[in-house]
C-alpha cells in the first residue's frame, strides 16, 4: 500500500522467483500481507480459493489469485466459514479488510484443519506442520 506500481511489480518478479526456488518435494507455506482483496466470489479460482473471503476484490487481489492460480497455491484464509471478525486482518479509521494471507501448495491443503487470522496475526492450526 503506497508503493508505486514499478516498486509493486519488482517485488511481485523477486517473490515468484522465490517461489520458484522450492522444490516441488519440498513443502511451502507462504504467509504474507500482500494488501490485496480476494473477496468470497471465486470466479475461476476455484482450486486456490475456499469460497470465504472478505471485502471487495481490488487489483492486488486479482494478482494474488492469478499468482496462487500459476504456482497452483491455495489460500487458506478463504477455506474454511468464519464470522466476518475472524476474516478481518485490517482495520483503521473505519476500513476493514483482509488483506493477511497463508498459502500452500495445493496438493497439501488437505493436511489443514483450520485457518483463522487475528488482526494483525496470522494463526495456522494444523496436525504435524509445525
Known amino acids: ?61 486479482d494478482y494474488l489469485l492469478e499468482m496462487a492460480q500459476s504456482f497452483e497455491l491455495a489460500c487458506l484464509n478463504t477455506g474454511f466459514q468464519k464470522l466476518h471478525t475472524y476474516l478481518i486482518s485490517y482495520e483503521s479509521g473505519g476500513v476493514q479488510g483482509q488483506i493477511n494471507y497463508i498459502r500452500v501448495r495445493g496438493a497439501e491443503k488437505s493436511n489443514v484443519t483450520n485457518c483463522k487470522v487475528i488482526l494483525g496475526e496470522c494463526v495456522l492450526n494444523s496436525i504435524g506442520w509445525w
Open 1 to 61: 500500500m503506497g508503493f508505486q506500481e514499478q516498486e509493486k511489480e519488482l517485488f511481485r518478479q523477486e517473490f515468484e522467483v522465490v517461489i520458484r526456488t522450492v522444490k516441488e518435494e519440498e513443502k511451502l507455506k507462504v504467509g504474507a500481507v500482500m494488501n490485496g482483496r480476494v473477496e468470497k466470489r471465486r470466479d475461476g479460482y476455484e482450486e486456490g480459493h475456499g469460497g470465504h473471503g472478505f471485502g471487495i476484490r481490488n487489483e492486488d487481489g
